[in-house]
């Protein structure tokens, strides 16, 4: 299993507009195959910060998915970002 999770940095007076923009992505990311979770979210409280957590079955589920990324209108909006990959060996129940 796959998480990657982090944050997007873009202009806080697009943030928002740019978390609408993303729906489509999230729609189509669950139900994608392999996907567990997708989510774009606007922070509570930083303006400019975008959250994002995905959950992948496998590597070549997230890669079938991804493709080659954001297209560059979509790069050109994002001004920094710390998004990490984390590859999780097990899961268990709380």
Do not use: H
Not at 58 to 78: H, K
């Amino acid at each position: 299993m796959l998480i990657i999770a982090g944050y997007l940095l873009a202009e806080p007076t697009d943030r928002d507009t740019f978390v609408a923009d993303g729906a489509n992505a999230v729609t189509m990311a669950r139900s994608a195959p392999g996907c567990l979770d997708f989510s774009i979210a606007a922070d509570t409280v930083d303006p400019a910060r975008i959250n994002i957590f995905e959950r992948w079955e496998s590597e070549d589920e997230l890669l079938a998915f991804r493709g080659s990324g954001p297209d560059s209108d979509t790069a050109a909006r994002i001004l920094g970002a710390d998004v990490k990959r984390y590859v999780i060996a097990s899961v268990e129940e709380p």
